[in-house]
């Protein structure tokens, strides 16, 4: 079992978990599994959170499961999610 890179700031969400998984030789995966699970599906269901690249030592936001998308800020991240928010000024003044 992969463990969490040692600066990852998020602590899981009441009820989560964090996995991660090898992605690419010098990538990881991180996905949050949720605590529920369905009627058709035995095992829980899970979300990506996003990628570690253990080699540069960065956190990428995802594209989609399969692919990582462009380096982020660890501390602008959120623990559901690596994906930033792309927010208008307006917008921004409410979160």
């Excluded at 040692?6 to 949720?34: A, K």
């Amino acid at each position: 079992m992969i463990e969490l890179p040692p600066d990852f700031i998020h602590e899981p969400p009441e009820g989560y978990r964090y996995e991660v998984e090898q992605h690419r030789r010098n990538m990881v995966s991180i996905w949050l599994r949720f605590p529920n699970r369905f009627t058709y599906r035995d095992d829980p269901p899970r979300t990506i959170w996003g990628f570690y690249n253990t080699k540069t030592k960065v956190y990428c936001a995802p594209v989609n499961s399969n692919k990582h998308g462009d380096v982020v800020d660890i501390s602008k991240t959120r623990s559901y999610t690596a994906m930033q928010l792309n927010l208008t000024p307006l917008e921004a003044a409410f979160v």
